[in-house]
């Protein structure tokens, strides 16, 4: 709503300062009401990027369930500004212009103005504008009602601690597409072990993060969570937990495949357990002994599709125990500050990669001049950087790390847990461990060429580049961008290569087997971003990849320092796409890393 008013810079400011904090609330650990009710508007004040005008509207919410700032601005402007929120490449100044002129205030009414070809007239936009306006509507459309991984996972895990810290419980899973990390979640499944149901059932419908009972029986309810989407949780009894988990993990596919193995063997396998032609219940109680009572391994519930995961698992091999893990990444080779379109400094992005995830290298990539958008630095500007970073690391060597109490004060954001593995961490790994590589995202223009010269990429430790513009060039066009790119010595990584957002928007049109082949003769490396609306390369490419030996780097692409979080969802695609440790560069000490690398 800000941003629909007059063009200034103050606006501007709030309103980036706005996105940041719901951003961040968004991926905390822990809820805001939490951090609230334990330490007030102090505690909400030391969640970084929250400061205290933001801080003091969060608490108006939680005592009021308003805020009067929101309400003003809601009542002087008539368009039903959530509804559009989610169409990428239209923002609210065009949807201000289209209201202006046709009075729509809905999205509905927006596809009804579109297809009926009205919005051509108006001055500024065009047929081809009204096209890609329609294409958008569709897009989002088709993706509603799906969730993406990343924006339910901090508040389903937080459910799942909960439920398995209730007395009672034995043991409790989110199941279904979410522990198999798939990208998008239509529902979320609990499976609890419990011989108490009623309690259980009592208790998980009356959390705070329920905002509507669909349905409750014994064993089984189903319910909305406040963000929208639906919960089922299934209670069962402990010794047949693990045929349960089995079959609401999935996939379906898997499932069925899976009972067909038991009849081969002449077994049965339902929920409940593995039954031989007696009904004598043979396994049941966990999972892995689900999987070795039909002579297989335990699989991963990442590559749990019927894809040639079960041939994988027979005859008892340690196969599939090779999947990279979740812990196996030393580095991050996308990180942005606020050189750029980043909101924190390079020391605040480090010390958060060291501090609060332990790892030892990060790489900074800002964007480069061609991008207005993001302010992207020049030749003289990146050099700049480049010694500043240079700096940085001698202070690093010395011990003088800036450890300024701005991150370590998230007191209240972390679970016992992982504070006393931090403190762990910290204690165990010196202070001049660390590393900041100097770097860039580089920007591919439509011929492939680069918008800084290789003299100067050379200087940098490690180049990573990338396509942010002229989505709609014809697949040979986009193809030609990359290899001509990948064929550039200075440049080290692809980063995004397919430029898709899941629901968002398509990607631009790129054949991945030339893109694949011209990456391993190369050698240059291509990208899993991490960040949940991306997860790009995705999880059919990454198996693609890894067959033909095309090394690979998962990158968080943070913008804040809590985005390093998303490290998980890309290590999760790597799953999903059969990627092994050694499939993964930045699984590699430092020193490894750079001696892999092009150059
Ligand atoms: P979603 O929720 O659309 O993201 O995907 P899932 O995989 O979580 O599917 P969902 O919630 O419908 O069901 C959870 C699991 O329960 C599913 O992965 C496998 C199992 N399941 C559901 N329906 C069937 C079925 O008709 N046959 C078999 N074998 N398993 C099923
Ligand atoms: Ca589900
Ligand atoms: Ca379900
Ligand atoms: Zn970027």
Known sequence: ??????????????????????????????????????????????IPSIGKAIASKIEEYLMTGKIKYLEELKSKISINVDEFYDLEGIGPKTIKI?????????????EKAASEGKLRNIRGFSEKKEEMILNKIRLLKKGRGRYLLGEVYPLVKQIETRLLNFEGVKNAVAAGSFRRMKETIGDIDFVVASNESKKIMDYFISMPEISEILGRGTSKSFVRLNN??????????????????QYFTGSKEHGVAMRKVALGKGF????????????????????????????LEWIPPEIRENNGEIELAKNGGKRLSRLIQYNDLKGDLQVHSNSTDGTMSIEDMALAAKETFGLEYIAITDHT??????????????????????????????????????????????????????????????????????????????????????????????????IHSSFSLPIEVQTDRLLKAMENPSIDII??????RINKREGYPVNIEKLLENAKKTSTLL?????????????????????????????????????????????????????????????????????????
Not at 444 to 450: E, H, K, T, V, Y
């Open 268 to 295: 049965h396998l339902n929920e409940w357990g593995i039954f031989d032609e007696n009904q004598k219940k043979v396994a049941g109680s966990t999972e892995e002994g689900v999987y070795h009572m039909l002579d």
């Open 495 to 500: 980063f995004h290569p397919t430029g898709r």
């Open 1 to 46: 709503m800000l941003e629909m008013e007059e063009e200034n810079p103050n606006i501007m400011f709030k309103v980036r300062s706005y996105k940041t904090a719901s951003d961040v609330i968004r991926n905390l650990s822990s809820g805001i009401d939490e951090i609230y009710e334990d330490n007030g508007l102090k505690g909400l004040m030391q």
């Open 369 to 466: 001049k061609s991008l207005k958008l993001t302010n992207g630095l020049d030749d003289s500007q990146l050099l700049d950087q480049a010694n500043k970073i240079s700096e940085l690391n001698d202070r690093i060597k010395q011990g003088r790390f800036d450890t300024k109490p701005r991150l370590s004060t998230r007191s209240g954001l972390e679970s016992q847990k992982a504070r006393d593995e931090k403190e762990k961490k910290t204690k165990m790994s010196d202070n001049k461990h660390f590393k900041i590589l100097s770097a860039a995202e580089v920007n591919i223009m439509n011929d492939g060429s680069l918008d800084i010269p290789n003299n100067v990429l050379d200087k940098l430790d490690i180049v990573g580049a990338a």
């Open 527 to 599: 990208e899993i971003d991490a960040h949940y609306d991306r997860l790009d390369l995705k999880d059919e490419y990454v198996k693609m990849a890894v067959q033909k030996d095309v090394k690979l780097v998962i990158d968080s692409d943070a913008h804040h320092p809590i985005h390093f979080a998303f490290l998980t969802f890309g290590i999760g695609q790597a799953r999903r796409g059969w990627a092994k440790k050694s499939d993964i560069l930045n699984t590699l000490p430092l020193e490894e890393l750079l001696s892999s690398i092009k150059r």
């Open 98 to 110: 289209i209201y202006d002129n046709l009075g729509v205030k809905d999205l509905s009414n927006l």
């Open 228 to 245: 929208g989407i639906d919960a089922d949780l299934l209670v069962i009894p402990e010794d047949s937990f693990g045929s349960a988990l």
